[in-house]
């Protein structure tokens, strides 16, 4: 195929390298767009990478305008920090809001056909049925959640008034690494479940349970996980499924594997695949934690017509080895 030229915000972050480098791997060529408020600036990139504050409209031109034509744009950048979007809220709304905002009139003006948005279960809050679907109610509890939902509704309205087709994939929880890439996950502070248990265990520290008293099987949160190789392809297959559809297209898919996975579960299965006991210590429940989140992929399964394949094990098995290789 030739060479599609592909946008992708926040490129320098875990999922959005991830992706761009699948999407270099499967012959397209991806230009990164990022300042790094929230990764470390690579000393050399594998992509063509242009620092920009996406907040910033005239920024946005200026870095369009100095682009080849572009087949899509890939959203990842975001700040994502639950807790500190309730400290910070004009931050997360002036980026997260912004930023789409900028990036969907300079997919209008400069001929963009697509837009592929990162966006997260946050928008769904606490939900009343479990799992849940795309038309389940729209209630975030945090501020992030609100500036994400409201990132949607940016798009859906350059859908309707000005033809760009868009999706929202709505994300559970990515974990793990792709071989081979050198991208893996790395937040100053990490707040994810399973890079936080194999932290605990290298360092032979005991790993903090929010929370051992919801109505779940063994009192501890469940969560659904999903690997970053398949979000990562999620990606891809979201963009070949707009390329079919007429302009305009607007839609909101979630992107998860419809498997539930309890805090517990996490720590054993960890056990099991690094061979190590992990310490625990029973700390109080953090505001605004769901007892379950899991997502209902039939939409994903009956419109991309595609569905995750990694397990659990691979995940932490991924993530490990990604550690142990910026150890080494």
């Not at 700390?283 to 209902?296: F, K, S, T, V, Y």
Request: proline share 6%; aromatic share 10%.
């Amino acid at each position: 195929m030739d060479k599609k030229n592909i946008v992708v915000t926040g490129g320098t972050g875990f999922i959005g390298s991830s992706t761009a480098w699948l999407l270099a791997q499967s012959g397209y060529t991806p230009f990164v767009l990022d300042n790094f408020s929230t990764s470390v600036k690579p000393e050399k990139s594998l992509f063509n990478l242009i620092e920009v504050d996406l907040s910033q409209p005239d920024e946005v031109t200026k870095a369009f305008k100095k682009l080849p034509q572009i087949h899509a744009i890939f959203h990842f950048a975001a700040k994502a920090l639950v807790p500190e979007s309730t400290e910070k809220t004009w931050d997360y709304f002036h980026n997260n809001f912004n930023a789409t905002l900028n990036l969907a009139e300079a997919a209008t003006q400069f001929s963009v056909p697509y837009f592929i948005h990162s966006s997260t279960c946050a928008v769904y809050g606490i939900p009343q049925r479990i799992p849940i679907s795309e038309n389940s109610p729209l209630k975030p509890e945090t501020p992030y959640g609100e500036s994400k939902r409201a990132s949607e509704n940016i798009l859906q309205q350059f859908s309707k008034w000005k033809g760009l087709s868009a999706l929202n994939l709505r994300y559970f929880n990515p974990a793990g690494a792709i071989t081979g890439s050198k991208c893996g996950e790395l937040h100053d502070p990490e707040t994810h479940l399973i890079p936080n248990i194999i932290t605990s265990i290298h360092q032979n520290k005991p790993f903090k349970i929010f929370g051992n008293d919801y109505s779940t099987s063994d009192g501890t949160c469940i969560r659904d996980f999903i690997h970053i190789k398949d979000l990562a392809q999620a990606h891809l297959v979201a963009l070949s499924f707009l390329e079919t559809q007429p302009q305009g297209t607007f839609d909101c898919i979630n992107v998860g594997k419809n498997q539930g996975v309890s805090v517990k579960e996490a720590i054993k299965t960890a056990e099991k695949v690094l061979g190590v006991q992990c310490k625990v210590e029973v700390h109080p429940r953090r505001h605004g934690d769901p007892a379950e989140l899991i997502a209902d992929t039939t939409q994903m399964k009956q419109k991309l017509r595609w569905q995750p394949q990694l397990p659990l094990e691979a995940m932490i098995e991924d993530h490990w080895n990604f550690i142990k290789g910026r150890i080494s």
